[in-house]
């Protein structure tokens, strides 16, 4: 029996435990062969890690897959993922990153070597792992990149902002990736778990730490993951064989008197906007332009079509100006 991932080359990073062993064993599972990358941090009596142990598990279920021990912070890791699924299968169909750590703080006591440890792993590493794939993936024509956030990058959550932080940067990052890797057949996704893992299970509620299993949201990743999926773009939560899609959402666009704005009008205002006409877009320019069509020149927009692409040319902000 064919199996939807036959053929693929899969590189998943922080294989080794929890949510990525759960992704790892899942694409093998579909067909897929693994590079399974997980930090040598803890090894057995052998020397073996984590990632080799998975590796046993997928070959002795009849898969493929060898052991990557780099530390997606460093620079060279990127490019020795992508050199082992070259070399040892010929190619590379899909990116998982997966690898991740947290380190709980109350935000007043900021340690910064803490937190730029953890904005070296949870946002560089992936974005380096990202982007070494992505090479090669726009080259082949085709690409399959599943990047893995969290909802506190999303609406944020105490004691753990620079884990809050580097989630919302992995979250906008894909947003922008797959912007940028449609045209050319790599498509990307970000999903956002809620699982019981080493990570998490100090502060999960008990009552839910059985359910909240990896292995019911590793389907989704193989199925993003499949070549014959057209997803691009999506922010999905996912848990206990349950989904729901994220958005970034701007509310309606409502206009103020700057000489007599004041924080009760602020605040009218906020909940004006709230209460109006929701929107989404695919990317900031996007976002940048429907404002523009309403607030700078909504006639020319609306009435006059011909004149759209000069005037978007025009109001396309500058580098330098554009935040």
Known sequence: MSRPLEGQVAIVTGGGKGLGRAFALHLASQGAAIVVNNRNRVVDADGRSAADYVVDEIVAAGGRAVANYGDVADAPTADALVRAALDTWGRLDICVTSAAISAPQLFHKLDVDDFTRLIDINVTGTALIASAAMRVMREAGHGRIILVASTSGLHGFPTVAAYAASKGAVIALGRTVAAEGAGKGVLTNVILPYAT???????????????????????????????????????????????????????????????????????????????????????????????????????????????????????????????
Do not use: C, W
Request: avoid cysteine; aromatic fraction near 4%; proline fraction near 6%.
């Open 197 to 323: 893992t080493q990570m998490t299970e100090d502060g999960m509620d008990m009552q839910y730490a059985d359910t909240l299993q990896p292995d019911a949201v590793a389907p989704i990743v193989s199925v993003l993951a499949d070549p014959a999926s057209t997803i691009n773009g999506q922010v999905i939560v996912a848990a206990a064989n349950g989904l729901r899609v994220a958005d970034a959402v701007e509310g309606g666009t409502v206009t103020f008197d700057g000489s007599t704005l004041g924080p009760n009008t602020l605040a009218e205002l906020i909940t004006q906007s709230r209460d109006g006409k929701q929107h989404t877009y695919t990317h900031a320019h996007e976002a940048f332009l429907d404002f523009a069509s309403r607030r700078l020149s909504p006639t020319l927009l609306v009435e006059a079509p011909e004149e759209r692409g000069r005037l978007e040319t025009n109001l396309t902000p500058s580098p330098e100006s554009h935040s």
